[in-house]
């Protein structure tokens, strides 16, 4: 842990320069630490508030090389990172990586991410692998109605199939694509969320937020969560038992099913997390300078709620790709309590996270101030009003 900063600051090399990657430049920033992201999209939306861009796909050897021999530590905002590489170059340029690419190896596939933790005693749905349509015939006949997600590369319900009928296996096999996971479809109360931090002082866990869905994307977080009484403390309970058995230092994003007052593991992000946003505005220390001080290893923020907070995510509402314009932005920048986040993609497409915002009262209850932030973000647009011109 550091005693003294000076300039230039420490250089966090981070692969993937997505949203992520932009609001953890944002909150580095402040620290005096400059970040380098990899990423094969040119002028990613982290590169505005970034130090510098390499551009390069994430298996690119001689970049990954490049970004670890720039950088004093090493970690990424998205899955699709190479463990096997991260670990090969960190190594060689003797840097830390974190979280661990033996947790990335975990993660990414959800198959094995699931015996994992069935086997630690951590509380998850009933589950079994599906390699074929007969799989998917056999699960549906133990389990009865079931979610068969993609085994790799899934994530805003790409990759996930709901089957009720067994008549459908065939064609929810195609659809996701090869090798899958068959999971019982839990009747829920709600979806809640932690995000949890393992640091080199500890561990900490942020308030639950409860999320609330629409075809499979996230569509607002809710914090604190009208969940049952207890809930929350078993939810943080389960995130710390996750944060013990992964290892590497960072943020996680740990997803929940609250079921009857309990709760049972879907999830985990081993980075930060879209129902982690509303720790920007929301909580003392947000989830990107807590993921930038574990990386570093420096000591970890307070986690304590501020207010009332709710985000709600700025999806694409358009038929086709085209290029982005946000239309109605002055009903969010004049409302009292209100922060508005702009990913700085160039084009919007169906149902994209192109932004959020985030609302914050001190006295509100959650309800009210969930009906505040919708009414605000479903007054933002892509598609222009009639009479209104396109810049």
């Known amino acids: 842990m550091p005693e003294s900063i000076g300039t230039p600051g420490p250089v966090l090399g981070v692969v993937g320069g997505g949203q992520l990657g932009r609001m953890m ?5 402040p620290l005096g630490v400059e970040l380098i992201v990899l990423d094969p999209t040119p002028d990613p939306p982290a590169a505005p508030v970034s130090r510098d861009t390499i551009t390069a796909d994430f298996d690119d050897g001689d970049a990954m090389r490049e970004l670890a021999e720039r950088s004093d530590a090493l970690t990424f905002e998205i899955e699709l990172a190479d463990p096997d590489l991260l670990e090969r170059v960190a190594e060689a340029a003797g840097i830390p990586v974190h979280p661990s690419p033996d947790t990335l190896r975990t993660i990414e596939d959800k198959l094995v991410q699931k015996r994992k933790l069935r086997a630690a005693g951590i509380p998850v749905p009933p589950f079994s692998p599906v390699d074929d349509p007969d799989d998917v015939r056999e699960a549906v006949a133990e389990f009865g109605s079931i979610m068969l997600k993609a085994r790799t590369g899934g994530y805003d319900g790409r990759g996930n199939v709901p089957v009720t009928d067994a008549d459908n296996a065939a064609e929810a096999y195609r659809a996701v694509g090869g090798a899958a996971m ?3 479809l839990v009747g829920l109360d709600r979806e809640i969320s932690v995000i949890g931090v393992k640091g080199a002082d500890g561990i900490a866990t942020f308030p639950i937020g409860e999320n609330v869905h629409e075809e499979e994307i996230l569509r607002e977080t809710i914090v604190p969560s009208r969940s049952a009484e207890g809930v929350e403390e078993r939810a943080r309970a389960v995130a710390r038992d996750v944060l013990e058995l992964l290892d590497g230092r960072g943020v996680y994003g740990i997803e929940l099913f609250e079921v009857d007052g309990d709760v049972l593991l879907n999830e985990i992000a081993p980075r930060p997390h879209n129902s982690g946003h509303w720790t920007i505005e929301g909580a003392v220390t947000s989830q990107f300078e807590q993921h ?15 207010a009332t907070t709710v985000t709600a995510n700025l999806l694409g509402d358009v038929d086709e790709p ?3 314009t946000l239309y109605g932005v002055d009903r969010a920048l004049s409302a009292d309590g209100v922060s508005l986040h702009w990913y700085g993609k160039d084009e919007v497409r169906p149902l994209r996270k192109m932004g959020h915002l985030t609302a914050v009262e001190d006295d509100a209850g959650p309800d009210a101030l969930l009906d505040r932030a919708r009414r605000i973000r479903d007054g933002l647009t892509f598609a222009p009003r009639e009479g209104a011109e396109r810049p």
């Not at 430049?25 to 920033?29: D, K």
């Not at 001080?293 to 501020?306: E, F, N, S």
């Open 292 to 306: 930038v001080r574990a990386v570093l290893g420096w000591p970890l923020g307070a986690t304590d709620r501020r």
């Open 25 to 29: 430049a944002e909150a580095a920033a």
């Open 322 to 324: 085209e290029r982005a």
């Open 182 to 184: 068959a999971e019982t």
